[in-house]
């Protein structure tokens, strides 16, 4: 639709803030919103949290855009040179014709600070797409500013490793156990994870 990064993430953070202003109407905890995504969601769901400005119109600043907890598959968190750590190569070293901003303004890694939400992120190992090192990077970066940030890394998978597959079905599984865990360390979830009805139905 022609729509640069920009706008994605202005509307993403419109997103977030219109089920925090709406919550008792949606009957859910405003404070236990989560951002999830894959890929480019991934950076949609990190940006809500990180990136300040890219606000739309009319927007309600009193009510946050920022969730308060993350979780990231094969995310794109950097977006522009990190010196003498990253070059962005590939894929992403051409979002700049559709960016809508100067890409240090995009990128998640380079607005780390404390205070964020805790984050949990999945990723491929052989990702060439959005190479594992920035996810290192990312979560290298968030400890160190006393924030909480858990990799989980997949030998041998790609880009997109998580998404379901009828003939190999258990990495899909395997991170769904695993967010699971992480929003129940949260105090978010409670009770027997119900993936594992999934799971058995589809072992008969």
């Not at 920009?6 to 008792?24: G, I, M, N, P, Y």
């Not at 598959?73 to 901003?101: C, E, S, T």
Request: aromatic share 8%; proline share 6%; glycine share 8%.
């Amino acid at each position: 639709h022609r729509a640069t990064i920009a706008t994605c993430v202005e509307d993403a953070k419109s997103a977030v803030r219109w089920l925090r202003a709406h919550a008792q109407q949606l009957a859910i905890d405003r404070e236990r919103i989560v951002a999830s995504g894959g890929s480019a969601g991934g950076h949609l769901a990190a940006a809500t949290a990180l990136l300040p400005g890219f606000e739309a119109l009319g927007e309600d600043l009193s009510v946050s855009s920022a969730p308060n907890a993350l979780v990231l598959f094969n995310p794109a968190l950097i977006l522009a040179p990190v010196p003498g750590k990253w070059q962005p190569a590939g894929v992403l070293a051409q979002l700049a014709q559709r960016a809508g901003a100067e890409l240090k303004r995009l990128s998640p890694y380079h607005h780390i600070r404390r205070g964020l939400p805790p984050t949990i992120i999945f990723h491929g190992k052989a990702d060439i797409t959005v190479p594992y090192k920035t996810a290192e990077l990312f979560c290298e970066r968030m400890r160190a500013a006393g924030n909480r940030c858990e990799l989980v890394g997949y030998e041998n998978a790609g880009h997109g490793f998580f998404n379901y597959r009828p003939d190999n079905p258990e990495a899909f599984y395997d991170t769904l156990r695993r967010a699971d865990r992480f929003l129940t360390s949260l105090g978010y979830l409670s009770g027997k994870p119900t993936v594992e009805r999934f799971v058995f139905r589809e072992s008969l």
